[in-house]
């Protein structure tokens, strides 16, 4: 059993948002996905997907979106990013997903996930130019540094309790936003995490992507542009 990793997929099968307006790269974009992740998914296996999943602006426009990804192998969990406006509660998302049989997702939301050799923890994060009002942007990023630690808290409780069964695990963040600003990158160390994927950054953005092994822990990038659409193997 694998896990994989996938983020952005902006799909729009529910509302008219067609992704070629940001370059030829995304003709046909869903059907790369789809491909690429029957290929090398298993119904076993997990896929993370951190983020900008669906343009739809409420659930109802956002349902045809979820039942794309539902109907591929694996199982799922998904967090919200900075375009994912049809999310409301975490107890109301999962309610409409139980409603409308969506039953291989997961919400990854002050919660965490025991899956195969990873503790799965993760928070949308925040950049540096999302908002004119820098005290805005500062109380979003205390909110979604609150977050990361409740994630990462309920993670290592199930390290805890896997350790004393003598079984050892690596904590994985999954955030949306690039996590090199404020105190992201210092929760993450204080927390012993060993992996770090994350999304977001499209086209030139990609000029920004960091990856590889920084201060103890290994970066990531998955955005499906960035990634031609393919699913990264964790």
Do not use: Q
């Not at 059993?1 to 370059?23: C, E, Q, R, W």
């Not at 130019?129 to 005290?135: G, K, L």
């Amino acid at each position: 059993m694998a896990v994989y990793a996938i983020s952005d997929l902006h799909l729009s099968f529910g509302t008219n948002k067609p992704m070629n307006i940001f370059g030829e790269i995304w003709n046909g974009y869903e059907e790369k996905i789809k491909e690429n992740w029957i290929a090398k998914v298993k119904e076993e296996d997990t896929v993370i997907i951190p983020g900008d999943i669906s343009w739809g602006i409420d659930l109802k426009e956002a349902l045809e979106d979820f039942k794309f990804i539902d109907a591929l192998p694996g199982k799922k969990i998904f967090l919200r990013g900075n375009h994912d406006y049809y999310f409301p509660t975490k107890t109301k998302l999962e309610k409409f997903l139980v409603e409308n049989n969506l039953s291989t997702l997961k919400i990854l939301h002050n919660n965490a996930f025991d899956v195969e050799n990873y503790i799965i923890c993760g928070a949308r994060g925040w950049g540096k130019t999302e908002h004119n009002d820098a005290i805005a942007d500062k109380k979003i990023i205390a909110r979604e540094e609150g977050r990361l630690i409740l994630s990462l808290e309920n993670g290592m409780r199930l390290k805890n309790e896997l350790n004393a069964k003598g079984i050892e695990k690596d904590i994985l963040v999954a955030l949306h936003f690039p996590p090199f600003i404020s105190r992201f990158e210092s929760i993450m160390k204080e927390y012993g995490v060993k992996i770090c994927i994350y999304g977001h950054l499209h086209g030139y953005g990609h000029s920004m992507i960091r990856e590889g092994m920084i201060d103890g822990i290994d970066y990531k990038m998955v955005s499906c542009d960035y990634t031609k659409f393919d699913l990264v193997k964790l």
